[in-house]
């Protein structure tokens, strides 16, 4: 029995199943084949939810939508020709209770055939359709602030509703996006009753249309017959582009934290072998004194090596599909929808290609070099310095890392980006490694110091046998995730600052008749005497051309082109707007104000490479209006009053129908005073606490960043192993150390402040290094991925450093113990 039989019958006889001295390569196979698995499990199950309801998210299989008007004969005739039509109709409003409680809500009309598709259900387990034209059904976040039950009264405008129950489930809820408040439906009567829908009003309507064809060219189809009214289209396979949109990106954070976990775990696979095999020193000595050639030997070690990590890739992928229901239950409130348990078999087999491919490419080293070692050099001892990385090796790593290449490339739903992690990890890798060897010659040039225990520390880095690169690598990657934590953390802490300005109106009005402004701003200084208000027109429009160019001939939207996607809030002024400065051009005259003039924020302009004199065409009400680019302006969009994208000239839009919108600057003690004198005199006016909207972005931002931090504490763990396993795979080297210093007279003590300072200068070095290296991926990670601002706390981060720093430092003296406790004599025996 020779080959590969009589290597699997060796190596089954020295596996344990307590898998003695392999858990390290165990526990980093399931910390990276399990973070990959539960994130491709995770983004497979929540894309697959979305396009598996697409047409219950969006309410039908197609929707059309404009702002502040209704479909026209023509329009309607249309949409019925392709199906089933539903109309809604969306609005800011308030609720008032009878004894004067508010709150401003998202009122929401819908028809006889509402839903479409799905089930409009209660809490009490009804699903109904709303007919009722006195009844308003109510979302639950509204019956607990207001303190309402079934059957109270609520008003509306200028009418009054009965609660006929408590929202469960709104089947379009997903696609409908961000709102001001609480969601309330009424039916399409109960909405005329109210009064609020007027000329000038802010709302929008949505037709949903279930029919049998291809939705994609209805939508086409609809949009060349009306090109110039301004409708907003969508089909159910982008039922909500904004979700769609937040799963790609964290799809592509939470691939860079799978990814990284993994190549760090290789290197513990790598440390963990090589420690491996050390013990196992005297058994292979053995087999060579036998005659067992080199192949043998390696054949050997490597089927136990693929019986571990199979055993390790199978827990990990048990781990990544428990962890996708238990993520959808802990992080339900960020996440579009909730993912339940299932098996998706593409995901669990990409983590488990890549963790085998990544489990071969780190132990081929320690493989082969034990394999081709002389008998005599293992018996001489573990410092043989004619120890060398075998070219095979190099082959082996070279090959299995094309390999990851290629199933990168291939199986990613980005493939530039992964490859580009992936390139950027080896270049990390052989930077930390070429700066572990630079340490290595730098230490062996430096003066002695005079003192034995620094001088003793100092050799150690660079004597023959010392494991200086490996810990290097371990160090710089462990220190490189504490910084790059911090960063991330700390930015998004510090965007969710910035986001309440030093000085912020305390409320907004919408849709102020322009007729009622000076009764307006006379109930605000009755009720908030010295209170400070703004007020300017305000209309929804959609940009259809700019320059040469129409927006529904372009192939994709321009990269922070954003104001191109979906309508957007217009104006026209007289003056410039406070908050905003001239970079280019001028603004206009009184004169020059007559004629149809813009001006563009300064980024969107850059975006679509804009230049003063070009055309730009928006359409509202249904009909297109063009006006001449006149200048550029730089936005103070952190000020929380109103800014534009664009501002119009008042000859362009001023015969427009319009309502105003207002701020109010007042202390915030005065706002419920302020709320109760303005609604009995403006119904149709929807107030606006600025507090409240401000809470609610920030807890979004706040969830979304515990959630970047839970799922890159993975690549901790993964850190934290490598470093075990590299201070393991160093265990032979030091009690050798510790062995010769005890028989020369050395206390444990001593021995021990060695340690410590050795372990200080390298976390002293890599702590620059981490500092630069977790830097950069941090700033890549907030301003590309997520698009936000880079304002990390550098004291924050110093203190996380620091923190880091000395953790590894305590474990590797936590790694130094077992050496104290070996027994000279013991130890020389096997060494």
């Known amino acids: 029995m020779t080959g590969w039989r009589l290597a699997w019958r060796l190596a089954r006889r020295e596996l344990s199943v307590r898998f003695t001295g392999l858990r390290l390569l165990l526990v980093c196979l399931v910390l990276g084949v399990g973070a990959l698995a539960a994130i491709g499990s995770l983004s497979a199950a929540i894309s697959g939810e979305l396009g598996a309801r697409g047409r219950v998210l969006l309410g039908g299989d197609v929707e059309f939508a404009v702002s502040q008007r209704r479909a026209g004969p023509a329009e309607l005739a249309t949409m019925r020709a392709l199906g089933r039509v539903s109309e809604t109709v969306r609005m800011q409003s308030m609720a008032v209770t009878p004894d004067g409680r508010t709150a401003p809500v998202e009122l929401k009309a819908v028809d006889r055939a509402y839903p479409l598709y799905g089930r409009f259900t209660l809490a009490d387990g009804r699903a109904i359709r709303a007919t009722q034209a006195d009844a308003a059904w109510i979302s639950p976040a509204l019956a607990e602030r207001l303190a309402v039950r079934i059957g109270d009264t609520l008003r509306f405008g200028t009418a009054r509703f009965r609660?006929?129950?408590?929202?469960?489930?709104?089947?379009?809820?997903?696609?409908?996006?961000?709102?001001?408040?609480?969601?309330?439906?009424?039916?399409?009567?109960?909405?005329?009753?109210?009064?609020?829908?007027?000329?000038?009003?802010?709302?929008?309507?949505?037709?949903?249309?279930?029919?049998?064809?291809?939705?994609?060219?209805?939508?086409?189809?609809?949009?060349?017959?009306?090109?110039?009214?301004?409708?907003?289209?969508?089909?159910?396979?982008?039922?909500?582009?904004?979700?769609?949109?937040?799963?790609?990106?964290?799809?592509?954070?939470?691939?860079?934290?799978?990814?990284?976990?993994?190549?760090?775990?290789?290197?513990?696979?790598?440390?963990?072998?090589?420690?491996?095999?050390?013990?196992?020193?005297?058994?292979?000595?053995?087999?060579?004194?036998?005659?067992?050639?080199?192949?043998?030997?390696?054949?050997?070690?490597?089927?136990?090596?693929?019986?571990?990590?199979?055993?390790?890739?199978?827990?990990?992928?048990?781990?990544?599909?428990?962890?996708?229901?238990?993520?959808?239950?802990?992080?339900?409130?960020?996440?579009?929808?909730?993912?339940?348990?299932s098996v998706q078999p593409l995901p669990l087999a990409l983590a488990a290609a890549y963790g085998l491919l990544i489990a071969l490419a780190f132990c081929a080293p320690a493989l082969l070099a034990a394999g081709r070692v002389p008998a005599a050099a293992l018996l001489r001892g573990a410092l043989d310095p004619r120890r060398r990385t075998p070219v095979r090796a190099l082959a082996w790593m070279a090959a299995a890392a094309l390999a990851i290449l290629a199933l990168a490339l291939v199986s990613s739903e980005h493939p530039w980006f992964a490859a580009g992690f992936l390139g950027a990890a080896a270049g990390t890798l052989l930077l930390l490694a070429a700066l572990g060897t630079g340490i290595r010659l730098v230490a062996a040039r430096l003066p002695r110091p005079r003192r034995p225990l620094p001088r003793l520390a100092l050799t150690a880095l660079h004597r023959p046998g010392a494991r200086t690169v490996a810990l290097v690598v371990a160090l710089g990657l462990g220190l490189t995730v504490f910084v790059l934590l911090a960063t991330i953390r700390t930015s998004l802490d510090g965007n969710i600052r910035r986001s309440v300005p030093d000085r912020a109106p305390a409320l907004f009005a919408l849709d102020l008749p322009p007729e009622g402004e000076r009764d307006f701003r006379q109930t605000i200084a009755q009720a908030a005497p010295g209170a400070k208000i703004a007020t300017v027109p305000l209309m929804r429009g959609t940009i259809t051309a700019y320059a040469n160019t129409r927006v529904a001939d372009l192939a994709t939207i321009p990269e922070g082109a954003w104001a191109l996607r979906g309508e957007r809030g217009l104006t026209f002024a007289a003056a410039l707007p406070p908050g905003s400065e001239i970079t280019r051009g001028r603004w206009w005259t009184p004169a020059e104000g007559r004629h149809a003039l813009v001006s563009v924020d300064e980024r969107l302009a850059e975006s679509l490479d804009l230049k003063i004199g070009d055309p730009l065409t928006i359409s509202v009400l249904g009909l297109e209006r063009t006006a001449t680019i006149a200048s550029f302006r730089r936005i103070a969009w952190d000020s929380l009053g109103f800014n534009f994208v664009l501002v119009f000239s008042p000859g362009a839009l001023g015969d427009v129908p319009h309502n105003l919108a207002a701020t109010v600057d007042m202390p915030a003690a005065r706002v419920p005073a302020v709320t109760r004198a303005l609604l009995p005199r403006f119904p149709s006016t929807s107030v606006v606490e600025v507090g409240g909207v401000l809470a609610q972005v920030q807890a979004v931002v706040r969830q979304m960043a515990t959630a970047i931090a839970a799922a890159a504490s993975v690549a901790v763990l993964a850190g934290i192993a490598v470093l075990v396993g590299a201070i393991a795979a160093a265990r032979a080297a030091r009690t050798y150390d510790a062995t010769i210093l005890k028989v020369l007279g050395a206390t444990r003590v001593q021995v021990l402040a060695l340690q410590a300072i050795e372990h200080l200068l390298l976390a002293a070095v890599m702590s620059l290094v981490a500092l630069a290296l977790g830097t950069a991926g941090g700033w890549y990670v907030v301003t590309q991925l997520f698009e936000f601002d880079w304002l990390p706390d550098w004291g924050v981060v110093a203190a996380t450093l620091a923190v880091g720093a000395l953790t590894t430092v305590i474990i590797g003296l936590a790694g130094t113990l077992p050496v104290l406790r070996a027994r000279p004599a013991a130890a020389l025996r096997t060494l």
């Not at 064809?213 to 969508?234: I, K, S, Y």
């Not at 050639?293 to 990990?316: F, K, N, P």
């Open 163 to 341: 609660v006929g129950g408590i929202i469960a489930d709104e089947p379009d809820r997903l696609s409908e996006g961000f709102t001001l408040g609480p969601v309330v439906l009424v039916s399409a009567d109960g909405l005329a009753r109210t009064g609020l829908v007027q000329p000038g009003s802010l709302y929008e309507t949505k037709y949903r249309v279930a029919l049998p064809g291809d939705p994609g060219v209805a939508a086409r189809g609809f949009e060349r017959r009306f090109a110039t009214a301004g409708w907003e289209t969508r089909t159910r396979d982008r039922a909500s582009p904004g979700a769609s949109r937040f799963v790609a990106r964290m799809g592509e954070f939470l691939t860079l934290v799978g990814l990284a976990a993994l190549v760090i775990a290789g290197i513990g696979v790598g440390n963990g072998v090589s420690s491996y095999l050390e013990a196992r020193r005297s058994s292979i000595a053995m087999l060579k004194v036998l005659g067992a050639t080199s192949a043998l030997v390696t054949r050997v070690y490597l089927l136990q090596v693929l019986a571990v990590s199979a055993v390790g890739i199978t827990l990990g992928l048990l781990v990544g599909l428990a962890a996708v229901p238990l993520i959808g239950m802990a992080a339900g409130a960020v996440l579009p929808v909730a993912p339940g348990f």
